[in-house]
């Protein structure tokens, strides 16, 4: 088709645009002349056109319609099996120094990149519907908020970002009103149809390109239809350019839960905890105590968004609008609070198994294990298949308001305050149950040696140990050494008796038979009642060359079926271990080269010196 037959085209979804906003329409013709879709569709955010687009999704054969009387309006739809995961390895943050996007993150040139991208892109629309979606990220009434355009010709990334985020014509008449700046979020599956052809369930591209503009704020997402690659508002915007926003603008974009946690004399704590992707985030966001007197209620279970509030306290909000949970291990006994949420309905799972009875299933899910299943790439399945039924990596998308515990705080602009940050990976060995920070500059250091087990959430080896500094390595927009500075200039606006404790956690170290040492999930509870408790003065510790780890009569083991020698095993600092650590750490730091803060080569070097002494 050549340019003159598209112009009718053009011409036509520029007069029904539903706005007068000049860049926009710019920006959407610019796109639409590149990509050169057979449409192009504003989203609304109405129920009524999400239920137009679930239908069709249906209908094409990506999305089925779950049993109403299990799930109510819910859907679940396999992608390609080559399309199942973030692609780390095809991330790119395009700064205009190469300096300035550093070591953890690809780089390539911004010109040189355009170029390929507009090759990628040209007419990869083509036989396709392109939808126009705006959403903000945070509140729409916020201070100061954060908008975005998100382009896509997928309608299964249209119907999730109506979950995730808040999204359509309220957030467009916003961006009018306030003639603001929104990122420009471009998304292709990277399939174009011929006239005639006939679509597949799930179309993507075999080439991936996931890439960040962190000087021009822009995304370009093209070959993926899976959620972080895909639904441009949630890591690529809320992280990626976000940190980048933060850095400037002097506040934290931050790959962390937010749990509001009320104690029996009633008095409230807000919690902050990074764990890399598929490490408990969700898990601990819906957390359900163990421990009698204590209420959990949840904010957020994967992005936070941090700065300093008027009095020096450090406020927390939650930019997102749903849950993209890891569907294997939420389960009845594990995670109820998410079994609620997701048993109400409107939500649509990836990857996940399907039931004889229209319903879904997952390992985890249930003890018992149903005897027939369709698996995630449309197979019988039974349990003696020994393969797993639902992909590793599979999700439930699922809104934030369906959670019965969701704090009212959630709906503040301002957000909650923030009393303890925690840092956790998932290591079989070394790194204690809990270990509290000597002080802040201390705890950053924890957080910039975090280390991790690889797991199914990227695309990659799973269960390789990798540093991952405050959980945000694939995530960081800029410079690693830099983010680190950040971190500790930053905390300067703060008020200093207010600043957060920080604190290090495991919930997965392994004991010599090979099992958990922590029983974890709710359990976790327990470890949170003694970091308050540290907050309070309340609670022994015990000194170790890394910090402070609990004695174990400070831990509350009411009701637990652990010994004294148990709880040792799971908080002990064992000097061979840690050797090894050192040398990881030493060389994790080498990495940074001049840009690594000296703050923490002066806490490596302390460190080194407690354990020789
Ligand atoms: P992303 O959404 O990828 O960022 O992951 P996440 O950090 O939210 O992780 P999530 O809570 O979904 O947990 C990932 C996996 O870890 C699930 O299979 C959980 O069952 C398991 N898990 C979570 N918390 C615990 C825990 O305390 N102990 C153990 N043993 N496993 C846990
Ligand atoms: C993660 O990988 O950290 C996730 C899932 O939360 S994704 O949206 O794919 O990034
Ligand atoms: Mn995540």
Request: hydrophobic share 40%.
């Amino acid at each position: 088709m050549g340019d003159n037959a598209r112009q009718p085209v053009l011409d036509e979804t520029l007069k029904n645009a539903p706005t007068t906003h000049a860049k926009l329409l710019a920006w959407v013709a610019e796109v639409s002349e590149l990509t050169q879709p057979d449409s192009v569709y504003w989203v609304d955010g109405s129920e009524a056109e999400y239920k137009q687009l679930t239908d069709e999704l249906v209908e094409a054969g990506t999305l089925k319609r779950l049993n109403p009387e299990l799930f109510p309006n819910s859907f679940a739809g396999s992608s390609d099996p080559k399309d199942v995961a973030r692609v780390e390895e095809r991330t790119f943050i395009c700064s205009e120094n190469e300096r300035d996007s550093g070591f953890t993150n690809n780089w390539m040139d911004p010109a040189k990149m355009k170029g390929i991208l507009r090759e990628r892109f040209a007419g990869s629309m083509r036989g396709r519907t392109m939808y126009v979606i705006p959403f903000v990220m945070g509140h729409l009434d916020a201070e100061d908020p954060k908008f975005g355009v998100e382009i896509t010709d997928s309608a299964y990334v249209v119907a999730s970002m109506r979950i995730m985020a808040r999204i359509g014509s309220d957030v467009l008449r916003k961006i009018e009103e306030l003639d603001a700046f929104f990122v420009p979020a471009l998304h292709s599956v990277g399939a174009p149809l011929e006239p005639g052809q006939q679509d597949v369930a799930w179309p993507c591209n075999e080439e991936k390109w996931i890439v960040h503009f962190p000087e021009e704020r822009s995304i370009w997402s093209y070959g993926s239809g899976y959620g972080g690659n895909a639904l441009l508002g949630k890591k690529c915007y809320s992280l990626r350019i976000a940190s980048v926003m933060a850095r400037d603008e002097g506040w934290l974009a931050e790959h962390m839960l937010i749990l509001k946690l009320t104690s029996p004399e009633n008095k409230a704590y807000h919690i902050a905890a990074a764990f890399p992707s598929a490490c408990g985030k969700t898990n601990l966001a819906l957390l359900d105590p163990t421990i009698e007197g204590w209420k959990a209620e949840t904010l957020g279970d994967d992005i936070n968004w941090m700065r300093f509030g008027k009095d020096g306290e450090l406020r927390a909000v939650n930019p997102e609008f749903g849950l993209f949970g890891v569907a294997p291990g939420t389960g009845w006994s594990t995670n109820p609070n998410a079994m609620r949420a997701i048993a109400k309905g409107n939500s649509i799972f990836t990857n996940v198994a399907l039931t004889d009875d229209g319903g879904v299933w997952w390992e985890g899910m249930t003890d018992e294990v149903p005897e027939h299943l369709t698996d995630w790439q449309g197979n019988d399945w039974t349990p003696e298949a020994g393969r797993p039924a639902a992909h590793p990596n599979s999700r439930f998308c699922t809104p934030i308001d369906q959670v019965d515990m969701l704090a009212p705080e959630y709906h503040d602009p301002q957000g909650v305050a923030i009393d303890a940050i925690l840092f956790g990976g998932r290591r079989k060995t070394t790194i204690p149950l809990v270990t509290e920070a000597r002080d802040w500059t201390n705890g950053i250091f924890m957080g910039s040696t975090l280390s991790s087990e690889t797991t199914a959430a990227a695309a990659g080896a799973v269960g390789v140990v990798r540093r991952d500094p405050m959980a945000m390595l694939p995530f960081m927009g800029y410079d690693a050494g830099d983010y680190l500075r950040h971190w500790i200039t930053v905390s300067g606006k703060g008020n200093q008796d207010r600043l957060p404790k920080i604190f290090l956690v495991n919930w997965f170290r392994r004991t010599a038979d090979g099992g958990f040492a922590w029983p974890g999930f709710g359990d976790n509870s327990r470890v949170l009642k003694w970091a308050i408790e540290r907050i309070e003065g309340k609670a022994d510790a015990t000194e170790t060359p890394i910090g402070f780890v609990p004695t174990p009569d400070s831990l509350d083991l009411t009701g637990l079926d652990m010994t004294p020698e148990q709880v040792e095993e799971a908080v002990k600092v064992d000097p061979a271990e840690w050797a090894e650590e050192l040398k990881g750490i030493e060389e994790w730091y080498a990495r940074f080269g001049e840009s690594l803060p000296e703050q923490l080569s002066a806490q490596l070097k302390v460190l080194q010196e407690r354990f020789a002494a």
